[in-house]
């Protein structure tokens, strides 16, 4: 198993670009999770899928966010326009359903975004 | 909403000795999950334990352990025979239990080092 997969790694743009980051999650996993970590404000959940159906978009900042899950092994997390302070590492996971059990959330390694 | 407090930000122990990691959460729910992450310098999150609170026996993993104490909303992570490759930061987190929420509510985190 392959694990979840980011893309880029690192980041590096000016304010004002476009930038997707983009994340596979792990084959036959039905939720998918994108987090942002800063050192202010830490680990906090951005959206969650099931399904490719978003469920929680509570955490996304602001309308210069979105995210979009077009099928079952793809994702997408677009800032439009970018800011200094979107600057952080962006995790996505994926976690495959439970019921009553918490399977755990196996984490990509991250994009880290540099916005200058 | 559910908060999640690690008052420690940095813990200290010797190769082999014993540490105890702090975390605190509240939350009006009766039932929940509650899990320990780790995150080395790769920057990848690696599971390290993970704790149901209708299960009144403390979670174990090997040289990991918990303390749960549910009425004192406390959740402290014990990590005997330290070694090298335990120093990281270490994240505790929160999920709820009911219905499909399974949002992770993270603490800001305790970076240890383990002191050869």
């Known amino acids: 198993d392959a694990g979840v997969i980011q893309s880029p790694r690192h980041e590096v743009t000016e304010m004002g670009q476009e930038v997707t980051l983009r994340c596979k999650p792990i084959?036959?996993?039905?939720?998918l999770f994108w987090y942002r970590q800063t050192m202010m404000r830490g680990l906090e959940l951005l959206i969650y899928?099931?399904?490719?159906?978003?469920?929680?978009d509570s955490g996304m900042p602001e309308d210069r966010f979105s995210a979009k899950m077009p099928n079952a092994s793809f994702s997408t997390l677009k800032i439009q326009p970018s800011e200094p302070r979107d600057s952080a590492v962006y995790f996505c996971?994926?976690?495959?359903?439970?019921?009553?059990?918490?399977?755990?959330?196996?984490f990509g390694p991250g994009t880290r975004l540099t916005v200058t | 909403a559910q908060t999640v407090t690690q008052s420690q930000p940095e813990m200290s122990v010797q190769e082999a000795e014993t540490v105890t990691l702090s975390c605190t959460y509240d939350t009006s729910e009766s039932d929940y999950y509650l899990f320990w992450y780790k995150q080395p310098p790769s920057r990848q999150m690696i599971l390290v334990i993970r704790q149901e609170a209708y299960k009144q026996q403390n979670a174990t993993e090997n040289r990991f352990s918990v303390n749960f104490q549910k009425a004192a909303k406390s959740f402290s992570l014990k990590i005997s025979d330290s070694q090298l490759g335990d120093a990281a930061m270490y994240f505790c987190?929160?999920?709820?239990?009911?219905?499909?929420?399974?949002?992770?509510?993270f603490g800001k985190g305790t970076l240890l080092t383990v002191n050869p």
């Open positions: 899928f099931n399904n490719n159906v978003p469920i929680d």
């Open positions: 084959s036959g996993h039905d939720y």
């Open positions: 996971a994926s976690s495959r359903d439970g019921q009553g059990v918490p399977y755990e959330q196996y």
């Open positions: 987190a929160y999920r709820s239990a009911w219905g499909s929420n399974y949002k992770l509510t």
